[in-house]
């Protein structure tokens, strides 16, 4: 895990799953997350890729926090509500910033 400081404040983030050359730093309270792919299989049925790009993917992992967030940190895996955040998409890789209240849940291996 790394570490940026953005004016006195240190932001965690996750360098492999940055943007080559570029990090994207959330402020505040705030998360960047990189959302799960929606799966190419469900059970034994193959879902096309144009009904994979219109299906609400509603988890993935913490890429980066803000120096406010107080539960998540980078590396959880997360589940939030469909309309939550904003989608920002850096060099090809589409990410989603959210404050950290619209997180709803923090799976972490034990």
Do not use: C
């Not at 505040?28 to 994979?52: L, N, Q, S, Y």
């Amino acid at each position: 895990m790394a570490q940026e400081d953005v004016r006195g404040s240190k932001i965690e983030y996750v360098k492999s799953g940055m943007p080559e050359g570029r990090v994207v730093l959330p402020t505040f309270d705030k998360v960047v997350i990189r959302k799960d792919e929606a799966p190419e299989k469900v059970g034994v049925i193959w879902v096309p890729p144009t009904v994979r790009a219109d299906q609400p993917v509603l988890s993935g992992t913490v890429i980066a926090t803000g120096a406010d967030t107080r539960f998540v940190s980078p590396g959880d895996y997360v589940v939030f509500s469909q309309y939550a955040g904003s989608m920002v998409r850096v060099d090809g890789n589409v990410y989603v910033v959210m404050l950290e209240k619209d997180i709803h849940t923090i799976i972490r291996s034990t």
